[in-house]
């Protein structure tokens, strides 16, 4: 255990001297770096996937869940996936050294904002070894240096992963020290770096809400917390009907293990008898179990024409049903009498991630959009769509579910402070 402290603190000073030197590194060689990094993950995919490989078979053989498993799995498609986000990220604005909100004060003086990194981020994560290569990526291009902490149950994968960004990184003249992974998986290590305020700048943990709850409560650090999503998709009665299906079902079916996949669909009680039947019937063509509430429920049953098709996936709903983040083919159901019974469910469950209307009557939407309280709101869309990628970020370092100092994909911006500048000619206070 000595040893692996002793390995802890040696890396975070090496990544706090780097930090000063990244502070001024140009875009030029940072993007080179992005490039190389995105070239090596398709150049040396073999590599990768054969360790990847010897992970994921452990995990199952481990008894993981399939969400767990399938959050460690990677495939070529994904990598190649990892090295266009990588390469997006390149294509970029540098946001260090960027001027803002400049103006000139009465007494003549010159003010500014500058942003400049933060300096040195250390991230948490459990199981997907895609967020190696996503932060890595994200702090070089914002003049961080980043030590990394993955799970035991990624190793292989993150060992693999962040050989190839350390290397590509090399090759470009990135300063040494820029990327650490911490290769000791003895949990204690996480309680020691959690204590290492004045190396770490910024903490963030990505994980369950155990790993969160950790962090948050133990760090010595500021933290940023998410990831925790626990999504509802509510359908007003000036619902498109079309919309309305098509959209919960890209919301739960299209990557059902992910944060921002929908948990519940509110349904208002003016469209739950044409819509119901309708969504069901479609879910049921991809498993997904329906935990309904009792009008729901009485709905689905009462409709001779799907009840064969869907009666083995209707689950009566309990009270841990809502605010239940499912990670799977699952989903909860709930009849509601107006927009404002879909708030106050949302208010009480919901965790601060997204949430989605799905309405034609503006005023609705508008009014949907006004009051719900979460990083990411929607009007007829997928919650899906809560991503860094999606939202031409490049990728993202985390989804932060709190208000300070950054709220929902975190990516460049995010990753920098700012200081101010003021340039004057000879003025004194009087």
Request: one cysteine or more; a neutral charge; proline letters at 3%.
């Amino acid at each position: 255990m000595k040893s692996a402290i002793k390995e802890l603190e040696e890396k975070g000073r090496a990544a706090k001297a780097a930090s000063r030197k990244l502070a001024f590194l140009s875009a030029e060689v940072k993007n080179k770096a992005l490039l190389n990094i995105a070239d090596a993950l398709i150049d040396k995919l073999n590599e990768i996937l054969e360790a990847n490989k010897i992970d994921y078979e452990k995990a199952k053989a481990s008894g993981m869940s399939e969400a767990m498993l399938d959050r460690l799995m990677l495939s070529p498609s994904r990598l190649d996936d990892i090295a266009q986000d990588t390469r997006n990220v390149a294509a970029l604005p540098d946001p260090v050294g960027e001027e803002f909100e400049m103006r000139t004060l009465p007494n003549g003086l010159q003010i500014s904002k500058r942003r400049v990194p933060l300096g040195v981020i250390g991230a948490i994560y459990e199981s997907r070894p895609n967020v190696t290569i996503d932060i890595s990526g994200l702090c070089l291009k914002s003049g961080n240096a980043v030590i990394l902490r993955g799970g035991k149950e990624a190793i292989n994968s993150n060992k693999a992963l962040a050989k190839v960004a350390q290397e590509a990184c090399n090759q470009a003249g990135v300063p040494q020290g820029a990327i650490h992974l911490i290769e000791s998986t003895e949990r204690a290590l996480v309680n020691h770096m959690l204590k290492m305020k004045g190396i770490i700048d910024l903490m963030i943990p990505r994980g369950g809400a155990d790993l969160i709850k950790l962090v948050s409560e133990n760090a010595t650090m500021p933290v940023v917390t998410g990831g925790i999503g626990v999504c509802h998709t509510y359908v007003d009665k000036s619902a498109d009907l079309d919309k309305a299906v098509a959209i919960a079902y890209n919301a739960k079916v299209q990557r059902p293990t992910v944060c921002n996949a929908l948990d519940c669909i509110l349904v208002h009680n003016q469209i739950a008898q044409a819509y119901l039947p309708t969504i069901a019937k479609e879910w049921a063509k991809a498993g997904v179990e329906m935990h309904c509430d009792k009008r729901a429920m009485a709905i689905l049953k009462a409709n001779n024409v799907i009840l064969n098709e869907v009666k083995n996936l209707l689950v009566p709903a309990t009270e841990v049903d809502w605010g239940k983040e499912y990670l799977s083919l699952k989903a909860a159901i709930k009849v509601v009498d107006s927009l404002d019974e879909a708030l106050e469910h949302i208010e009480k469950y919901g965790s601060g991630h997204s949430e989605a209307i799905v309405a034609e009557d503006h005023s609705a939407a508008m009014r949907f959009l006004n009051e719900v309280d979460a990083a990411c709101v929607y009007a007829n869309a997928s919650t899906r769509f809560t991503d860094g990628g999606q939202f031409g970020l490049g990728a993202e370092i985390g989804i932060s579910t709190q208000k300070f100092h950054a709220r929902g994909p975190m990516a460049l911006k995010e990753l920098t402070s700012y200081k101010w500048i003021i340039v004057g000619s000879g003025q004194v206070r009087p």
